[in-house]
């Protein structure tokens, strides 16, 4: 982990470097796409979702979440990506989906940077090392 600052303006700018965007995304489907059959099965997305620990923390404390309710939320997450609903998700979904988030956390953070601790192998941390290398860079 590590702490970044980030704006929506960061993320906007890698969502719209669609090399960058787009490779980052190939990586992350290849990783959880264990058995390498070019689509997304619900287990395989499953371990995705968990790592998101969406109603497992309240303000950054562990809570103990009803099991059918958080089985209820991982279920209408992976319908989400799973736009034409055949019960696995291809790239295309998958990418069209992540983008979508993206936008929504970038719409939620405006303008004004915040400063955040980050996963290593998240989007928003290759989003912030994208600025980064950019603000080095000069460009």
């Keep these: 982990m590590s702490v970044g600052l980030l704006d ?5 700018g890698f969502i719209e470097d669609d090399e960058a965007f787009s490779s980052s995304v190939q990586d992350r489907f290849a990783y959880l796409d264990t058995n390498h059959d070019g689509i997304l ?5 499953l371990k995705e979702l968990q790592s998101l620990r969406m ?12 099991p059918k309710e958080l089985a209820s939320v991982y279920d209408s997450s992976f319908v989400q990506f799973d736009r034409d609903s055949n019960g696995t ?3 295309e979904e998958f990418k069209a989906e992540t983008k979508l988030m993206l936008l929504a956390m970038a719409d939620d953070l405006g303008f004004l940077p915040v400063q955040m601790i980050l996963d290593e192998d998240s989007f928003l ?12 860079s000069g460009v």
């Design 89 to 91: 998700v291809d790239f």
């Design 55 to 66: 109603i497992e923390t309240h303000f950054g404390v562990d809570v103990k979440p009803d």
């Design 8 to 12: 929506g303006a960061t993320i906007l």
């Design 125 to 136: 941390k290759k989003a912030v090392d994208r600025e980064d290398m950019k603000l080095q």
């Design 41 to 45: 099965s619900y287990s395989e997305m």
